[in-house]
């Protein structure tokens, strides 16, 4: 008992032991696991973090594909049927939790296609195209609230600026409806709506413990989930950090892909 | 609304009070019943679910824990309305008491939780200075982790019981909740009847108390509504993934784990009504916020649920 708590180092005193875990994690020691012993809990991190990015990207990508046009048709048509429509999908987007979406994305498509979740999953650079097939249904399970959001956004946003002085003199100027749409109305929409999806990341990043749980991807979240069924703290504790550490890398990225598109805050 | 009589009333020239006559609780109850039909409806669900949890026993004869061997993955019938489940159970009985255990944890958690911000938001302001660095420097800490990553983490800490569930959120709605209450309060701080309540020689704690809770307390009940449909999602979340409450209690997500999930083709009524449960009553809140937040403070108009 007493060589196994000077082997994990649980004798010493507690501040003792939170700083050297921070001083370590600094340098990039996250310890050992204790479930799988003698693994390094940062080599089996590496491999995961990717799987776990790429699947956040994605469904961000999707969701804003898909929820931009939605939000812009239904802004442009507001209050008609098509409108209403687009309203109550965004309203019950919101309120469905993303495992049921993806616990009934799972049973459709053994209904009707046959297909499950693959048991072993293949690496983007091995094979993108059976990578794509794997990760598609995943990436769209996860990225149905943040798309209800975008559309929300994107509606009221689009909403506002159809309202202003500029769209009142393009319209009058004679340019035709398209030009005043896309290259007036919706560039300046979109600003607001980058900024809110960027919020959107970490919930992204949470829902992504629950997907890959559900549809056996190998990410950061299904590590986590397991990790706390061990009981293999220095894993949890990495896991969690390093999460967070991602989220304020994607955060960051937006922010600079922000400052390219908004010419008007860079030199502020 | 109740917020703002508070200076109408202390209006002196008669004709102005004249001009806006003073509606009761009941008056504006009314009036938010005939112009917000979608929020009345959410309100309707929302009190329905109340009512479904209080009476649960009374309204279903099985009880949620006994076990059944006859009736494991039985579909739907007479006796077991939406079939019973891997292990025999009457599925919906638990998914009627199982509207207590998403109420408690959703009314408490975001009560619990939107209260302590609120009062961190009010000490960060009032002292200001180096206080409010500090807190505020905290806040940015628990900030970066998200939502759900942090309520595992303190899970994970505490292990899985009902109360725990409702410690770790409550302690996860700490931050968003005084982030956003703070920039209330340094507006409010700067207002002209503090400065005067300052002048008569009012203290510290009566400004706070008297003067900045009262008039950003509509913003607080708007982000009370909205975590309370949140933390019920995310209650649901944490027992899906076996780290919210034991599996035996009858909570929704967990109902949704493990069986219900692995042979959704077999038995979908495991998975459907849960689900659906969870959906209904999280929109219904939802909508009543949104209601609400028009109503108490057009200014927030456009802001999702976070």
Redesign the interface.
Known sequence: MQALRHKLGTDRNILVQYFSWIGNMLKGDFGTSYFYEGDQVIDDLKMRIPTTVQLAVMALALATVMAVPLGVISALKQDTFTDYITRIVS??G????N??VA??T??FM??FFNWAPPLAYVDPWEDPWVNFQQLIFPALALGTSNMA?IT??TR?AMLEVLHEDYIRTARSKGLSEKIVIFRHALRNALLPVVTLSG?E???L???T??IE??FLVPGMGRL??TS??HRDFPM?QAT?VL??VV??VLNLALDLFYAWLNPRIRYT | MAVNQGTVQALPDPTITGLRPKRTFLQQFVTFLKTKRLGTFGLFIALTMVFAAVFAPQITQNDPYVIVVDQIYDSPNSNYFFGGDHLGRDVFSRIIYGARISLVVGIFSSFIGCTIGMMVGVFSVHFGGKTDLIIQRFIDAMIAFPTLILAIAIMAALGASVMNVIIALSIVYVPSTARILRAQYLAIKEMDYVLAARAVGAGGWRIMIKHMIPNAFALYLVIVTFHLGGAIIAEASLSFLGVGSPPDVPSWGGMLSGAASQYVALAPWLAVFPGAAIFVVVFSWNVLGDALRDVLDPRLRGTGPS
Do not use: C, D, E, N
């Open positions: 309203i019950t919101i309120a469905t939790p495992f049921w616990i009934m799972i049973f053994v209904l959001f929300r956004i009221s919020y990341f970490g919930r990043i949470s829902g413990v629950i749980v559900i986590l989930i706390i069924l949890i969690i999460i967070a989220v304020l």
